[in-house]
């Protein structure tokens, strides 16, 4: 079941001409970013000849490009996940999944995995960007393969809370505008403490950004690794807990 959710939930997403107009958006600005970075590369190419452990192609053109895609994907990831529990109840069909012989876990698995498939989609397009840099120069299949990670484990943070927050209101605007107010605070918490004490600590810990500035260096950090999971598995247990309440409720 959990399985046939996720495949309903795709045609209804790559159905929709907003999935098709943020995809194409996004991949739009993408493109131009990376291009600007091969641009600059080039053009500081004959100085950095000179250097000594001169940065490569991977570190000044793709990592940069990853790290904007984790912020640009923050705006909109929200409006696509905005509509996954909230377009359920405001059309009265949720109560249709409540009334299946299926589980509130596989419900919001199913619908996970479905925006997960659109997401991987979109990834497999973005990493068609530095692999076409093979015409022409030679990669750090290291820090690559630990930049693709670590946008992969973002972006399916993203999808947790926004699929959380999309089971907590009727309205998809709704939805939409407090998944982009929680991901932004999350990422930007540790600015509000640049001191060594504990709180400080803990706000760095919590910080989306601070996890994912180590793997865009090349670190695969087993703590970033769990943090991401736990978070993931965090939100997806407060959305089964969400859901079943509506459910008692009916």
Known sequence: MIFTLAAREVRSLFLSPLAWCILGV???????????????????????????????????VV???FANAAVIL??????????????????QTLCLLFSAPI?????????????????????????????SLLVGSSLDWG???????????????????????STLTVQPVVAAVSTFGLLLLLWIIDWAGTSQDQASNVLQYLSLLRHYQSLLKGVINSQDIVYYLLF???????????????RLQH
Request: net charge neutral.
């Open 103 to 131: 589980s509130m876990t596989e419900i919001i698995l199913g619908k996970y995995l479905g925006i997960m498939t659109l997401i991987f989609v979109l990834l497999l397009s973005i990493m068609l960007m530095p692999l």
């Open 74 to 91: 923050l705006l909109v990831m929200p409006m696509l996940t905005m509509r996954l529990i909230s377009e359920e109840r405001r059309n």
């Open 63 to 65: 990592m940069p490009v």
């Open 26 to 60: 996004s991949l739009f600005i993408l493109g131009y970013l990376f291009l600007s970075q091969a641009d600059m590369y080039l053009q500081a190419q004959s100085r950095l000849v000179l250097m000594d452990n001169a940065p490569g192609v991977t570190e000044v």
């Open 143 to 165: 820090m690559l393969f630990s930049g693709f990670i670590g946008l992969t484990i973002v972006l399916a943070s993203f999808a947790a809370v926004g699929l959380y927050m």
């Open 232 to 246: 993931i598995v965090t939100f997806l247990v407060l959305s089964i807990r969400r859901i079943d309440a509506d």
